[in-house]
């Protein structure tokens, strides 16, 4: 059964920052997409970054270029390091895989709270 467990999220101040991880399980993760996702209040959920498996491509959303960067340890870990927090990042994170060529994400998970005071 797959399984991604995320941790990592707090709170924080604005201009702080902080490092999220998941740690996927359950499958080989070799030919996947793992994807960084956040959800604000009253908000829809909406890409953050996401990082093939083997680490050679990474894309970001324009509102965190330059202060966020993803990084994959393995086929199966993969950091999101958050810097220069703003209040506008505050949301629930989430990670998700999907197959590379394929833009469904198969799985998730639970989540966690980053909240950035002003």
């Known amino acids: 059964q797959v399984q991604l467990a995320e941790s990592g999220g707090g709170l924080v101040q604005a201009g702080d920052s902080l490092r999220l991880s998941c740690v996927a399980s359950g499958r080989t993760f070799v030919g996947y997409y793992m994807g960084w996702f956040r959800q604000a209040p009253g908000k829809e959920r909406e890409f953050v970054a996401g990082?093939?498996?083997?680490?050679?491509?990474t894309a970001y959303a324009d509102s965190v270029k330059g202060r966020f960067a993803i990084s994959s340890y393995n086929a199966n870990t993969v950091d999101l390091q958050m810097n220069s927090l703003k209040s506008e990042d505050t949301a629930v994170y989430y990670c998700a895989v999907r197959r590379v060529g394929i833009s469904k994400y198969d799985f998730w998970g639970q989540g966690t709270q980053v909240t950035v005071s002003s």
């Open positions: 990082i093939n498996w083997s680490g050679r491509n």
